[in-house]
T-cell receptor, first 113, second 114 residues
Framework: GESVGLHLPTLSVQEGDNSIINCAYS??????FIWYKQESGKGPQFIID?????DKRQGQRVTVLLNKTVKHLSLQIAATQPGDSAVYFC????????????FGKGTRLHILP | GAVVSQHPSWVICKSGTSVKIECRSL??????MFWYRQFPKQSLMLMAT?????????EQGVEKDKFLINHASLTLSTLTVTSAHPEDSSFYIC??????????FGPGTRLTVT
């Protein structure tokens, strides 16, 4: 079925280095994608989003890249900090279908001191 | 920014009893709210879409008679887990859609059924 998935369940990164979290989606009709951060015991926190008519979008310390040809998303976090430790989800917003947000499997980002 | 609250933040109930979880949009009106369930170390799974003044739409495999959803006002949706069993223990999260396309998530409710 249609789904949004992630390549890596766990990613360990040295503090100060850049982190790259990847995501694959299978529905070529998807037109809106979101990255969320979830800390333990809390709800998802919006990080950044991108529409299918864009290839790249930058925020503060974060960049999302979209490759529609291979249906791939990535989240880049610059100068990773201890506070970035969390589980990161890519999600697909099913525009035109009650705006459902369908979540991928998640990647845990672990920051090494 | 828009704030969504959930109450309670955690609840413990005995098997066979029912428990109600509230989801409120505090500073905006939400015609549509969504309910998710998250088991440990897993992703959020959409359970149902709740529209104000109408019946909820449930995802495939979600029992509508077990998970009762009521969206009686533009700022409140409730999820009632009826005849709860230990396998219903999970983290329940709601989201609310504002006037724009954005959705705002609540902090979640931890349900433990003993």
């Amino acid at each position: 079925g249609e789904s949004v998935g992630l390549h890596l369940p766990t990613l360990s990164v040295q503090e100060g280095d850049n982190s790259i979290i990847n995501c694959a989606y299978s529905n070529s009709a998807s037109d809106y994608f979101i990255w969320y951060k979830q800390e333990s015991g809390k709800g998802p926190q919006f990080i950044i989003d991108i529409r299918s008519n864009m290839d790249k979008r930058q925020g503060q310390r974060v960049t999302v890249l979209l490759n529609k040809t291979v249906k791939h998303l990535s989240l880049q976090i610059a100068a990773t900090q201890p506070g970035d430790s969390a589980v990161y989800f890519c999600a697909e917003n099913m525009m035109g279908r009650d705006d459902k947000i369908i979540f991928g499997k998640g990647t845990r980002l672990h920051i090494l001191p | 920014g828009a704030v969504v609250s959930q109450h309670p933040s955690w609840v413990i109930c005995k098997s066979g009893t029912s428990v109600k979880i509230e989801c409120r949009s505090l500073d905006f009106q939400a015609t549509t709210m969504f309910w998710y369930r998250q088991f440990p170390k897993q992703s959020l799974m959409l359970m149902a879409t709740s529209n104000e003044g109408s019946k909820a739409t449930y995802e495939q495999g979600v029992e509508k008679d077990k998970f009762l959803i009521n969206h009686a006002s533009l700022t409140l949706s409730t999820l009632t887990v009826t005849s709860a069993h230990p396998e219903d223990s999970s983290f329940y999260i709601c989201s609310a859609k504002g006037q724009n396309y954005e959705q705002y998530f609540g902090p979640g409710t931890r349900l433990t059924v003993t």
